[in-house]
């Protein structure tokens, strides 16, 4: 879990709080309706990108970083890939 702004995948693990706007608590709620109705269909909805990023210059190099927040700040659920291996338990003498 971690709180801020929404960092892009499925809305509905992200969860706006009182100081979101009515508009972005609305984007949100509307967002999550297009997953449900999706899935009742038997649809995999495409995981949202994250809507913040960078704009660049024409030589590719980054300039200044965009941060947007359709849905506000919150609270947001994420799954997080480890691929290493756990370290071995060490016993005390």
């Known amino acids: ?8 995948g499925d809305p509905r693990k992200f969860w706006p709080d009182e100081s979101s706007t009515e508009k972005e608590i ?10 449900d109705e999706a899935e009742a269909r ?6 949202e990108a994250c809507p913040s ?3 660049y210059d024409s ?3 980054p300039v200044m970083h965009i941060l ?4 506000g700040i919150g ?3 994420y799954e997080v890939e480890d691929d290493t291996e ?6 005390p003498k």
């Open 42 to 47: 038997g649809e995999t909805p495409t995981p």
């Open 59 to 61: 030589d590719g190099k």
């Open 53 to 55: 990023g960078w704009v």
């Open 86 to 91: 756990t370290p071995p338990t060490i016993k």
């Open 75 to 77: 609270t947001y659920e």
């Open 26 to 35: 609305e984007n949100h709620k509307a967002a999550c309706k297009l997953w």
């Open 68 to 71: 947007r927040a359709p849905y």
């Open 1 to 8: 879990m971690g709180y801020g702004f929404f960092c892009g």
